[in-house]
């Protein structure tokens, strides 16, 4: 491990320093969980740091960057970089907020008392009064909140209160609640780990979109990994605790004529595998698959399958300069999928 970061933040000059001495160290991967922006390759360091680096036969791979919903947001977007954005897992560790109709909403936290009573108590809205102090639970706003529910407006933390993070639609209804009654009630109930989340792994709300600035034809980020509340080794307790000696955190880290392709399959899954095509179009844009099915029955036969792209009248003349799609191959095992992005000519 190299550290690159202090309390003045994260300098170039550092990040390819360290770059160069684990090269020098001879490692196998560079791993960096860090990036700056978009920038053209030859003005990135990373970017020309990891170019050095595989020259040396290094495996380079880099985050995507914490600065999503939003496209255009990537960071570490160079073909030669294995750029990562960030998924949920299929782990939640779970604190439900029970309102007083018995209405439940599952939120999260890290924070799990043994001991927290299931008793309904009086619920207050901390930001009511347009109080952003306390709606944000700053030092000194929080008095009198002893034997009260509070609904705050605070982040998925390693709460050392009895907390719960829930999502803005679970928000919205335990806002109307309060609203609809003169004496809401409330408590959490929390549960502990919980495995099987069937829609993970989803890509994380902040990991950061591309197209790529520096290069729109370079479809980025390249895969997506676990970076949602995840555990980790962390230097001091959390939760104040002055003995633990084991201290852990939770943290998140075109209009046009058609163009065409061809794509040939290898079945490396069972010998007889049928794979039907699953299809969303970009928008503006019609999209025609032969074959649309797979039948293969050994293993390691190829198939090839032809892709025709033809823009719709009025591509690239309503504003939106890209759209993205997706092909799927699914079999009752597998999902092979390839993203399809698209980039309209709004010149002409």
């Known amino acids: 491990m190299y550290k690159v970061c202090s309390e003045q933040g994260c300098f170039e000059s550092d990040i390819i320093a360290a770059m160069d001495t684990a090269v020098g160290d001879g490692v196998d991967v560079l791993s960096l969980s860090l990036g700056g922006g978009s920038a053209v390759f030859y003005a990135d360091g990373i970017a020309v740091g990891a170019f050095g680096a595989i020259q040396k036969g290094i495996f380079v ?31 939640n560790i779970k604190a439900t907020a029970k309102i007083g109709t018995g209405q439940e909403y599952d939120g999260e936290s890290l924070y799990q008392p043994k001991d927290f009573s299931s008793k309904l108590l009086p619920l207050v809205y901390a ?14 706003t929080l008095s009198g909140v002893e034997g009260k529910t509070w609904w705050l407006t605070t982040l ?33 109930l929390f549960k502990g780990t919980v495995i099987g989340d069937q829609l993970a792994p989803k890509v ?16 980025k980020p ?5 970076g949602v509340s995840i555990l980790a080794a962390w230097p001091f307790s959390v939760d104040n605790a002055t003995e633990s000696k084991a201290t852990f955190d939770i943290i998140s880290d075109p209009a ?14 069972p010998a007889k595998s049928t794979y039907e095509l699953a299809l969303v179009r970009p928008h503006k844009m019609d999209i025609s698959v032969q074959p649309d099915t797979l039948t293969f029955t050994e293993v390691n036969q190829t198939m090839t399958y032809h ?8 591509a690239g003349k309503d504003g939106i300069t890209f759209s993205k799609g997706y ?16 980039i309209f000519d709004t010149g002409r």
Do not use: M
């Open 256 to 269: 046009g004529n058609p163009q065409s392709y061809t794509r040939t399959v290898t079945n490396v899954g």
């Open 61 to 91: 791979s880099c985050s995507a960057g914490n600065d999503g919903p939003g496209y255009y947001s990537l960071s570490n977007e160079a073909p030669w970089i294995l750029t990562v954005g960030a998924s949920t897992i299929d782990r």
């Open 222 to 226: 390249d895969i997506i990994g676990p």
């Open 204 to 219: 994380a709300f902040f990991s950061s979109r591309g197209p790529s600035s520096a290069s729109p034809g370079i479809l």
């Open 327 to 342: 092909l799927s191959w699914v079999s009752h095992q597998h999902s092979v999928t390839s993203q399809i992005s698209v």
């Open 307 to 314: 892709v025709v792209f033809t823009a719709q009248n009025g």
């Open 127 to 140: 930001g009511a009064y347009s109080n952003d102090s306390s709606a944000l639970c700053d030092v000194g």
């Open 156 to 188: 998925a933390d390693a709460h050392v209160l009895p907390a719960t993070h829930v999502s803005y639609a679970a928000g919205v209804g335990i806002k109307a609640y309060i609203n609809s009654t003169s004496t809401p009630t409330a408590t959490i």
